[in-house]
């Protein structure tokens, strides 16, 4: 029995392996083969016309290649449209017509396989925006990842805990025939105790599941499976803050504000495009409307009384001014720098992509875990823009002068910037 169990322990692990470095295998060089091909055709050729999820000057070419599936046409309309328009294929001039005749460009270059990888390319990324869409909420994007221990691992844990049911199961069966033969082949009558005495009969189904040691053992696992996922998950999330919502001391609506009246967030947060910090905006700010607007709602009076300011005067009284202590939603520690500027500014990433959609929020709260995981997975994948970037003009020229094995000084590597040794 043992031997069998274990052979079918190997077995299903092999399995598992080999089912394993399939898929990984498979995905990989898909990965590296046509839709990688296709994205950097995609990107340096029809970007400037189609977007994927969009019209743009063309159509959106996710939905439009989900309905258009005959692949062979939309090669020879990728290569070279205006032979098929031509030619009075149907198709082509029903899209001809309905985008007003615009006419797309020629890419008689392309071979049918880069058109072919161009086309997995998109059906992918499109599934994949579609897959995004369906996960998180509007303007999540794809960063706010980071969901602590991976779903993986907890299927994992679930799959082993089956299995090993199942084959306790099996063993338990396997052991009770087993004994069921050997009394038959001896005659021996197992003889059921039947004590006379009234025995607490829960004490004694107690008894009986503690002699069962496969049952005990097995619990034994569970327990420690469901103890150690319960640690893993505590220790995952200590410190982590996703949908800290405090109240604030005003009953400030971004909703409203930078929502329904599509205040930019500039106009608040400017220190967010020119700093390190986005800081919060001065009361100053609020009566360059709130001197006229809602003068009545006790909520403004809060504004007023902070600021020393009386409506009826409309005079300030610094000595009477008690500002306002918002409390902090975002926290990093001070172990770690982050840097609006370079973010928002540099990078060109939108606020949304870590603050979610603040837009629609009566009350602010942290949408992003804001762990290292996830400052990390950011910039695993997103790709930098280093177009008309000087500061990456300047690492390009270093890196010609290291390869033509001239000088290279750390002033050429932006070590006489201020920010890189001032806070
Ligand atoms: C100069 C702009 C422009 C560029 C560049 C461009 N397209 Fe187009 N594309 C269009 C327009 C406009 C249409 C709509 C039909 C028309 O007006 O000719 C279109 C239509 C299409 C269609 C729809 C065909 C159908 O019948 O469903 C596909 C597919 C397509 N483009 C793919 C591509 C691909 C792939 C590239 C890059 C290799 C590309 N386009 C580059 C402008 C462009
Ligand atoms: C009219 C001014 C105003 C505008 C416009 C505005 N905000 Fe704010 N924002 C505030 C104030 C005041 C606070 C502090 C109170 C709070 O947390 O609600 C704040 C707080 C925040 C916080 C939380 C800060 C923390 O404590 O960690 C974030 C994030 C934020 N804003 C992002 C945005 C984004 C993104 C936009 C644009 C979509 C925006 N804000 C537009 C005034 C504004
Ligand atoms: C660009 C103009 C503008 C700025 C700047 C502005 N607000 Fe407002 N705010 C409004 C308007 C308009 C309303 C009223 C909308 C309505 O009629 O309900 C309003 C409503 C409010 C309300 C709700 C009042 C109530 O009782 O309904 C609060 C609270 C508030 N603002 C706080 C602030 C704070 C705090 C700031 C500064 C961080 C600020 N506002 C900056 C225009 C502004
Ligand atoms: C790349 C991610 C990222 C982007 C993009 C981003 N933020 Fe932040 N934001 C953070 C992090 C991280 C913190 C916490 C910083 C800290 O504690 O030092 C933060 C903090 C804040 C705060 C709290 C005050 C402060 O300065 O620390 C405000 C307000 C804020 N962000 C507004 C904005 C606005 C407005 C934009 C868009 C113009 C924006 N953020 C874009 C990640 C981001
Ligand atoms: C939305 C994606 C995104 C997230 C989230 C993000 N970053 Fe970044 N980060 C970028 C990009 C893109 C750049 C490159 C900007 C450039 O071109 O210089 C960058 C650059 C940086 C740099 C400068 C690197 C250098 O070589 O000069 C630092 C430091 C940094 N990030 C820190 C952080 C920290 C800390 C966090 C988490 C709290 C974080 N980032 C989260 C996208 C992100
Ligand atoms: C290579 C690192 C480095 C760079 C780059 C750098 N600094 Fe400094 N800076 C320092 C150090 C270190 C000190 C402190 C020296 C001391 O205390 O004697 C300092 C001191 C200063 C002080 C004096 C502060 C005081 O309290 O006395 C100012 C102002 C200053 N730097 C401005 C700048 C400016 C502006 C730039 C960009 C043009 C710059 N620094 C670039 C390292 C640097």
């Not at 299903?12 to 994205?39: H, P």
């Not at 063309?58 to 005959?70: V, W």
């Not at 172990?335 to 949304?352: E, P, R, T």
Request: charged fraction near 20%; charge should be positive; glycine fraction near 6%.
């Amino acid at each position: 029995m043992r031997s069998f169990s274990l052979i079918f322990k190997q077995f299903s692990r092999s399995v598992l392996l080999i089912v394993g470095f399939a898929f990984w295998g498979f995905s990989a060089v898909y990965a590296q083969t046509d839709a990688a091909k296709g994205e950097a055709i995609f990107k340096s050729k029809c970007t400037a016309c189609h977007k994927i999820d969009q019209v743009l000057t063309g159509p959106a070419l996710g939905p439009q290649l989900t309905e258009e599936t005959d692949d062979k046409y939309l090669i020879k309309w990728i290569q070279n449209n205006q032979a098929l328009i031509a030619a009075k294929n149907p198709k082509a001039l029903a899209i001809f017509n309905k985008f007003e005749q615009k006419g797309m460009t020629t890419f008689t270059d392309l071979s049918d396989a880069d058109v072919g990888n161009v086309i997995t390319y998109i059906r992918a990324d499109w599934k994949q925006i579609q897959d995004d869409k369906a996960k998180g909420p509007v303007g999540g994007t794809t960063v706010a990842e980071d969901k602590g221990p991976s779903e993986l691992a907890v299927a994992g844990l679930i799959g082993v805990v089956i299995l090993a049911f199942i084959i306790i199961l099996v063993l338990n069966k396997a052991t009770g025939s087993l004994e069921k033969i050997l009394a038959n082949n001896k005659d021996i009558v197992i003889v059921e105790e039947e004590q006379v005495v009234t025995v607490d009969k829960k004490a004694e189904l107690l008894k009986k599941i503690l002699k069962n040691k496969k049952l005990v053992f097995f619990i034994l696992v569970c327990g420690t499976i469901a103890m150690g996922s319960w640690g893993w998950v505590t220790l995952w999330n200590t410190n982590v803050h996703t949908g800290y919502q405090p109240v604030q001391p005003i009953k400030y609506s971004h909703e409203l504000h930078a929502g329904t009246m599509k205040i930019d967030c500039q106009y608040c947060h400017s220190g967010a495009y020119k700093s390190k910090n986005a800081s919060i905006p001065s009361l100053n700010v609020c009566m360059n409307c709130h001197k006229v607007v809602k003068t009545e709602s006790p909520e403004i009076h809060k504004i007023y009384d902070a600021l020393g300011y009386d409506p009826k005067t409309q005079k300030y009284d610094s000595t009477a001014a008690k500002p306002i202590q918002w409390v902090r939603v975002h926290n990093l520690p001070d172990l770690a720098y982050f840097n609006h500027s370079q973010h928002v500014k540099v990078a060109g990433i939108k606020c949304q992509a870590c603050h979610g959609p603040i837009q629609t929020m009566k009350e602010v709260y942290q949408y992003s875990p804001l762990t290292m995981k996830w400052c990390i997975q950011c910039h695993k994948r997103t790709e930098v823009n280093g177009k008309g970037n000087a500061y990456y003009d300047s690492i390009l020229a270093a890196h010609d002068k290291i390869k033509k094995g001239e000088k290279v000084t750390a002033a050429v590597l932006g070590g006489i910037e201020c920010g890189k040794c001032h806070y």
